[in-house]
């Protein structure tokens, strides 16, 4: 059994494998896995992607849907459990569509995550690496994301980034 330590940060572009590279490494633990969701499902595309997801994750997670308060989410882990949060993007662009104010809820998070009794490994995408986007709310959300991003990358004992499905360690040990 592999032993993480308390904050696993695992970054990566769309479709990189980060997901995957992720629940792999709750897999080997051999603890009990706790899969925080935020994604709200808006259309059919991501129903069939959640529903990939899930196919893809097994029965063997227990899965907590909260798009935006993981404090709450967080609070449900026990000790003895591993809990993946996918994806901290997710989690951001709610935040943003709620028009909520990013530093207080990117502080929420911190210290939800630093809280949390089990070992937690937290999911997002880097969207800094592309071309500056044409407009207004996307180039909004990409400087929040990198913001987020080098927030769970300091606050993170494990840092991870995965290319092409080959994981980088940018900080820390894996186990």
């Not at 980060?18 to 059919?44: M, N």
């Not at 991501?46 to 993981?70: C, F, Q, S, Y």
């Not at 840092?159 to 080959?166: C, D, E, K, R, T």
Request: charged share 20%; net charge negative; aromatic share 4%.
């Amino acid at each position: 059994m592999a032993e993480l330590p308390k904050l696993t940060f695992v970054l990566g572009g769309a479709s990189s494998g980060k997901s995957a590279f992720a629940e792999g490494l709750v897999v080997a633990t051999g603890a009990p896995r706790v899969y925080v969701a935020t994604s709200q499902i808006y259309d059919d595309e991501m129903a069939a992607k959640v529903r990939d997801h899930v196919a893809a994750r097994g029965n063997d997670w227990h899965t907590i849907e909260e798009p935006l308060d993981m404090a709450k989410a967080l609070s449900q882990v026990g000790e003895d459990q591993v809990v993946l949060l996918d994806c901290a993007s997710m989690w951001l662009t709610n935040q943003m569509m709620a028009e909520h104010d990013l530093a207080v809820e990117t502080e929420a998070l911190i210290a939800a995550l630093a809280a949390c009794k089990g070992r937690v490994i937290v999911v997002s995408n880097e969207v800094g690496m592309g071309i500056v986007p044409d407009n207004a709310l996307a180039r909004r959300f990409r400087i929040a994301q990198g913001k987020l991003n080098q927030r769970l990358a300091a606050a993170a004992d494990l840092a991870v980034f995965v290319i092409a499905g080959l994981p980088q360690v940018l900080k820390g040990d894996l186990p």
